[in-house]
């Protein structure tokens, strides 16, 4: 499998250390991250309306405790070093420090991953059993991924005042309206069985929508806005490099739900039974030939395990495992490309792009 660099470079390949290394050393201090997370949504629910109802407290706790802090905050992660890099040096403060903490333990509080699981019939995530099968939730987990939801603007709202709090919430509500249609198309797509409409244009759309801007252009934009340098042009350029790094994104996640028991999603891999349009999908229905054609069209979408170790069998008589390593080395360099022409003041700037890519391809 491919593996890209992992260390943070300028462009003539000489070393260079980052400006975030205040934020790194705390990310690096063992469990600081999930300590603060659950910290500040104390704090956030505290004088809430959740607040006189103690059962809710708990809940959001216990939620909390098992959605977010069982696995790597990368969003979180991503949004603090990148406030640190472009925010100016005399302006950090532990204030602002703590202002940034905050945003990044909101977005945090991915409520959208319970829809995601029910939706998809998931049964585990990050090892452990799906919320919405424990016992004591079962239904309770559509209300539960709304309290989730309403949890972050409890948390900004206690935290920010004014035109801020506006801006942080406007982005927010943006992400969730792109992850609601992206959940909506990814849905569409595979309870039609009309494998004519798994094309690169529909899938691009999905990832564009389900993965890009919450995953990738989201912790950029919030820390855009902390660091008061956000305007339509900085936008524009998040939005079009952004959509390189999360097509990679994507397509490493494709590729591992289907030849990992778990994908790095930390969600078991079902993208075959479920129908997905995936990378892998679109790709074997485009380099098939009839025969393959009818096999992915009468296999796809089956929960019968010969079904499914049929389809893997197709994929590896495709070489689509070659054809994956050649494509995220093309996107590689063409993301390259892009961050070379950027000049040096841009905003967001070339060296957070890089360190974007690093993060998500898994070196922090």
Known sequence: MVKFRNDWTDFDGSFTRSRASKAESMLQNGDYFNNTLSKIVADGLNGSEFSKTPSLINRISKMTEYYTTERVPLQGHMTLIAYEMLEKSENITDKSLYQAETVACAMELSYFLIMDDIEDGATSRHGKTCWHL???????????????????????????????????????????????????????????????????????????????????????MLAMILADRADDASYELAENLCRDVGALFQMKNDFMDCFDLESESGKSGTDIQEG???????????????????????????????????????????????????????RYKMFMQKVQELPSNATPTPQLFLKLLQMAQGGQ
């Open 276 to 330: 997905k349009c995936t990378w892998l999908a679109v790709k074997s229905l485009e380099r098939g030939n009839p025969q393959q054609r009818k096999t992915f069209t009468t296999c796809y979408g089956s929960w019968n395990p010969e079904d499914v170790e049929t389809i893997k069998s197709l994929y590896k008589d495709l070489d689509l495992k070659s054809l994956y390593e050649e494509q995220q080395i093309i």
């Open 134 to 220: 424990l016992p004591d939730v079962k239904t309770l987990a559509l209300n539960d991924s709304s309290i989730f939801r309403s949890t972050i603007h409890e948390i900004l709202k206690k935290s920010f005042k004014g035109p801020l709090y506006i801006k942080l919430v406007d982005i927010f509500n943006d992400a969730f309206i792109h992850v609601a249609i992206g959940q909506h198309l990814d849905a569409i797509l595979s309870r039609s069985k009309d494998y004519s409409l798994f094309t690169q244009e529909n899938y691009d759309t999905v990832v564009k929508y389900k993965c890009t801007y919450y995953t990738m252009k989201l912790p950029l």
